[in-house]
């Protein structure tokens, strides 16, 4: 029965323990969570009423959305989380109260024991009264376990104790942070609602103007994809200026290093941008939030900065190419061995082919758009084949 005790509780500790590290990841991720979209505040919504104007305001939006729900099931997890270690806790409370309950009654018969014999037999006299030396050494080691066994019990007795008690106080914060979360939770739902009564508001509004949108949208993917093949078509003059045959170039080994360097960060670059921001343009065909018929296509992504925002480079490179594009507008193509991160939309950069870069390095300060936003569209490849940024950087 006292192993089964003792074997149930360490299963609950562990558990315990397990629970508390993704408690604390938990905690974090929610941490990092609030940042972030406390920082999004400042980006903010053109006040204009122009197609494009709301288009991007309903972007800006949907991401902000996508944020808060993000941090809204992040909090939920957490609530979860912290129900399952109260349970866990509450279970090894009556656990510990049985134990500390049967330590105490142990306790107890062997202090009426020991007072019985105490007054029946005089210790002294029944060492004296050993009839040999082997029998003097028996009695002695009795009186010594007898001892010892109460002093045993005793400390059973007072580790119980303390450990309850010590349970008690995890649980007593357990329910704080509990009670604190779930205030949190109350806010973040209503701040999901707000976001999407105003998405519903655009949303709306741009569906008594569908003609005009879907012009709109036809001319912004016109200049996505020129954009686009004007990216292909640097990357491959690049891919042909260091020796390669049908955009296949032979690696050295610092190129080798440096890819298998990057392929083990995937999941984990930085964002390729300064200050706070908001993904409002995501890779592959995507719908206009609310307009079922109204789709793009986008072979990068689109974020979305504060004024004068810069971009900032993902990882260690060279420069491959600086090029212009569209009204004024500059790109630039940076090469880490086999991969190429594509940075557009700058108003500026002081950069030129062959320049060495550093991951955070800047590249160069992005250009305001029509509607007044510093918008970065970054694209990633393995030599000429498109990736999908989304998978490779951490965010």
């Not at 109460?150 to 007072?158: M, N």
């Not at 004024?307 to 009204?327: D, N, P, T």
């Not at 160069?364 to 490849?381: E, R």
């Amino acid at each position: 029965m006292k192993k089964t005790i003792i074997a149930a509780t360490v299963i609950l500790v562990c558990m315990s323990g397990w629970g508390q590290s993704n408690l604390d990841k938990m905690r974090s991720e929610r941490q990092e969570l609030e940042k972030q979209i406390a920082s999004q505040e400042k980006i903010l919504t053109s006040t204009e009423k122009s197609i494009s104007s709301q288009v991007s305001n309903l972007n800006i939006i949907s991401a902000r959305l996508k944020e808060r729900s993000r941090l809204l099931r992040n909090t939920q997890s957490q609530i979860r989380e912290l129900t399952a270690q109260e349970s866990a806790l509450n279970r090894q409370i009556r656990q510990l109260e049985k134990e500390y309950k049967s330590c105490c009654d142990n306790y107890e018969r062997a202090c009426v024991f020991y007072q019985t014999q105490h007054r029946e037999m005089n210790a002294l006299t029944f060492l004296l009264e050993a009839e040999s030396f082997r029998q003097l050494t028996r009695r002695i080691r009795y009186l010594n376990e007898y001892s010892n066994s109460l002093e045993s019990l005793g400390r059973q007795l007072s580790e119980r104790k303390d450990t309850l008690e010590k349970r008690r106080v995890e649980i007593a914060a357990l329910r704080k942070e509990k009670e604190k979360v779930e205030s949190a939770e109350k806010k973040q739902q209503a701040d999901v609602e707000r976001e999407q009564k105003q998405q519903q508001k655009v949303v709306d509004n741009l569906k008594s103007k569908r003609t005009q949108l879907k012009k709109e949208i036809a001319a912004q993917q016109k200049k996505m994809d020129q954009l686009s093949k004007e990216i292909d078509r640097q990357i491959q003059l690049a891919l042909k200026e260091s020796g390669s045959s049908q955009a296949k170039r032979k690696m050295t080994a610092e190129d080798f290093a440096l890819s298998g360097s990057f392929e083990s960060n995937k999941g984990k670059l930085p964002m390729p941008i300064d200050g706070a921001f908001l993904v409002v343009g995501k890779y592959g065909i995507s719908q206009v939030a609310g307009q079922k018929d109204v789709k793009q296509n986008n072979l990068g992504i689109d974020i979305q900065g504060e004024k004068g925002a810069r971009a900032l480079c993902i990882f260690e490179g060279e420069v491959s190419s600086v090029f212009q594009h569209g009204k004024g507008q500059i790109g630039v193509l940076v090469r880490h061995g086999s991969y190429i991160s594509v940075y557009c939309n700058l108003r500026d950069s002081k950069l030129k082919k062959g320049d060495k870069v550093k991951a955070g390095s800047v590249i160069g300060t992005i250009q305001t758009s029509d509607n007044g936003s510093p918008i970065l569209h970054f694209q990633l490849h393995k030599e000429s084949t498109r990736l999908n940024p989304e998978q490779w950087i951490k965010h």
